[in-house]
């Protein structure tokens, strides 16, 4: 249990980074907000046409006899805007990730420089390019697995009692899950470290990817929140990777600090035969 304080503790870490780096926080708002005004274009206009949508897919029900063509409906256009809504929070990282992925590569290798002992930071080798379609495709991976969990739980909670209950609290855990797994590639990806590895890697110790990830889940919730929380929760996800990897980290030295680690550790380099 004691994996869930650590966990949390990293998201904490995280955010107190990004506060202390305002310039990166900055910059780190862009893509959040970018995908907030598109996901709130999306859900509006499901708002506002998910009824004629579900009209025109249910022809076999306009012969029914009143109320029950406007219930079934009713029923049908909830349900494809719950759907909506969990999507959205289950890929709204992903998304924030891949149009932000050069801002948040920046901020993971400036956090890893940071904490690093020697102030450097693990570099992938591969063009920018090559980047974007690894973290697409791997995005688009953890999104399928993401809906078929999710159409699981949503079926779950027709469940008396349970689905009321239990359903609920196990969403928010396999979205925190799923959500640390997109924030954490960032980091990981750069050392060459792939989808199948990664999981593996988080499945080892749930209980920290559950501290950090489903208080996150809880707050993404809020879409608003999310954009604000996305810079530190990247910058956490990173003091995370390097816990997974047992990579040794300080508590953060200052700008200075890091170039003079650097600047001898590029001397050494050089002078090395």
């Given at each position: 249990?004691?994996?869930?304080?650590?966990?949390?503790?990293?998201?904490?870490?995280?955010?107190?980074?990004?506060?202390?780096?305002?310039?990166?926080?900055?910059?780190?708002?862009?893509?959040?907000?970018?995908?907030?005004?598109?996901?709130?274009?999306a859900l509006v206009s499901l708002g506002m046409y998910g009824e004629d949508l579900v009209?025109?897919?249910?022809?076999?029900?306009?012969?029914?006899?009143?109320?029950?063509?406007?219930?079934?409906?009713?029923?049908?256009?909830?349900?494809?805007?719950?759907?909506?809504?969990?999507?959205?929070?289950?890929?709204?990282?992903?998304?924030?990730?891949?149009?932000?992925?050069?801002?948040?590569?920046?901020?993971?290798?400036?956090?890893?420089?940071?904490?690093?002992?020697?102030?450097?930071?693990?570099?992938?080798?591969?063009?920018?390019?090559?980047?974007?379609?690894?973290?697409?495709?791997?995005?688009?991976?953890?999104?399928?697995?993401?809906?078929?969990?999710?159409?699981?739980?949503?079926?779950?909670?027709?469940?008396?009692?349970?689905?009321?209950?239990?359903?609920p609290v196990l969403g928010f855990f396999v979205t925190g899950f799923f959500l640390t797994?997109?924030?954490?590639?960032?980091?990981?990806?750069?050392?060459?470290?792939?989808?199948?590895?990664?999981?593996?890697?988080?499945?080892?110790?749930?209980?920290?990817?559950?501290?950090f990830g489903t208080p996150l889940a809880l707050a993404f919730v809020v879409p608003f929140?999310?954009?604000?929380?996305?810079?530190?929760?990247?910058?956490?996800?990173?003091?995370?990777?390097?816990?997974?990897?047992?990579?040794?980290?300080?508590?953060?030295?200052?700008?200075?600090?890091?170039?003079?680690?650097?600047?001898?550790?590029?001397?050494?380099?050089?002078?090395?035969?």
């Open positions: 249990m004691r994996d869930l304080g650590v966990g949390f503790g990293h998201l904490l870490r995280g955010q107190r980074w990004v506060v202390r780096h305002g310039k990166q926080y900055g910059f780190g708002l862009l893509p959040g907000l970018i995908t907030l005004v598109l996901y709130a274009a009209t025109w897919s249910t022809p076999f029900a306009d012969h029914w006899t009143s109320p029950w063509s406007g219930l079934f409906r009713g029923f049908l256009t909830a349900v494809l805007f719950a759907l909506a809504l969990l999507l959205a929070v289950v890929t709204f990282t992903a998304v924030t990730l891949l149009i932000g992925q050069p801002f948040y590569e920046n901020l993971s290798e400036k956090v890893d420089r940071d904490v690093s002992p020697d102030g450097t930071a693990p570099e992938s080798g591969l063009p920018l390019w090559r980047e974007l379609w690894i973290s697409g495709r791997d995005s688009l991976r953890i999104v399928v697995r993401a809906a078929v969990w999710g159409v699981l739980l949503f079926a779950l909670g027709f469940v008396p009692f349970v689905g009321q209950t239990a359903v797994e997109e924030l954490v590639a960032v980091a990981l990806q750069r050392r060459r470290v792939d989808l199948k590895a990664r999981l593996t890697l988080l499945r080892s110790r749930k209980t920290l990817v559950w501290g929140v999310a954009v604000f929380l996305m810079p530190g929760a990247v910058a956490g996800a990173t003091l995370m990777a390097r816990d997974l990897l047992g990579e040794e980290t300080g508590e953060g030295a200052s700008d200075a600090e890091v170039s003079a680690a650097a600047a001898v550790a590029s001397a050494e380099e050089t002078a090395a035969p």
